[in-house]
């Protein structure tokens, strides 16, 4: 699963989604990702254009990722921090695993990678190359497998408390009808001191119930965007006292029907890292001109392999 629709055809229902609760949402989506799409051409808005070129070992990590995997990949971002070697990995709505794949690569043979998804089709993308492709990476056994199961409900998969050091999500925490458990998973499932690494779309303005209702920005993305400083608030809620933006970029709503829809609404691709460090971070930085000079050399863009040097 993953949060762009295509240019084939929207569900049939008239157009607006069926609010009857969480099941008429997972079947919407599981359509759109499972049946609609075909592949990352068939897109409507630039929601699932990657918020920044990602970091060069990550683009080359990607060139041993299997053709069909990156071909069914629709994410809106690149949630894929440096420095993760021998962590334990989760992937949240993994849909066809790219992530999952090059987190494979990053974590090295002793570490874990576990994808979850709940779309079929999108399943038997990531499991069919699994095995082939750590053999690829010269792994005496796989370092990565995927799950079926809904992201508010990893508990209900079998994830238990505390027994992963970082989770990721492309774009799909929006497709969720209860982000709010969705932020308290992520929590409970963290060990102390890790982190949730994710992109995902989000609004300038709390969106009304037309645009909510409407298939296919639903499929795009575009209808369960949190307004931002809603998002803030839960976050905070689940424990994550100091949710940081790590990177931004405007999504463009190119169909001239959709953008009238949407009217003057702003959307952006956001990749966030929320850590789970109760009584550890206040709510807000403490921002007086202070500077740390780190006295080493640091090969990777993303902050997260400063841990190690700390």
């Known amino acids: 699963m993953s949060c762009c629709n295509g240019s084939a055809k929207a569900p049939t229902s008239g157009g607006q989604l069926n609010q009857d609760g969480p099941t008429s949402t997972y079947e919407v989506v599981q359509d759109y990702y499972g049946k609609v799409l075909g592949n990352t051409r068939d897109l409507k808005t630039s929601a699932c254009t990657a918020s920044g070129r990602p970091h060069a070992h990550i683009i080359a990590a990607m060139k041993k990722v299997p053709e069909e995997v990156m071909d069914k990949f629709y994410g809106c971002g690149a949630p894929l921090p440096l420095g993760i070697d021998g962590l334990r990995v989760l992937d949240l709505g993994s849909g066809s695993g790219r992530d999952s794949y090059v987190c494979a690569q990053l974590v090295g043979e002793q570490g874990q990678v576990t994808g979850i998804d709940m779309t079929p ?54 497709l969720s009808p209860d982000k709010k458990r969705v932020l308290q ?119 997260l392999c400063w841990r190690k040097l700390c």
């Open 121 to 174: 089709e999108q399943l038997k993308v990531s499991q069919r190359h699994a095995d082939a492709y750590c053999q690829q990476l010269n792994y005496k056994k796989a370092n990565m497998h995927f799950v079926e199961g809904h992201i508010e409900y990893l508990d209900k998969a079998g994830i238990a408390d505390k027994s992963f050091d970082l989770v990721i999500s492309n774009c799909v925490v929006n």
């Open 185 to 303: 998973e992520a929590y409970r499932v963290l060990a102390h001191g890790g982190e949730f690494y994710f992109s995902d779309v989000y609004c300038d303005r709390r969106l009304p119930q037309h645009v909510k209702d409407h298939e296919v920005l639903w499929g795009e993305c575009i209808s369960g965007a949190l307004y931002i400083e809603d998002f803030k608030r839960l976050a905070r809620d689940a424990g994550f006292a100091d949710p940081r933006v790590l990177s931004s970029a405007r999504i463009d709503v190119t169909d001239p029907e959709l953008s009238q829809v949407v009217g003057n609404a702003v959307f952006h691709s956001i990749t966030y890292r929320l850590f789970k460090l109760p009584e550890q971070l206040e709510s807000l930085c403490e921002d007086y001109g202070q500077v740390a000079v780190y006295k080493v050399v640091l090969h990777c863009r993303h902050l």
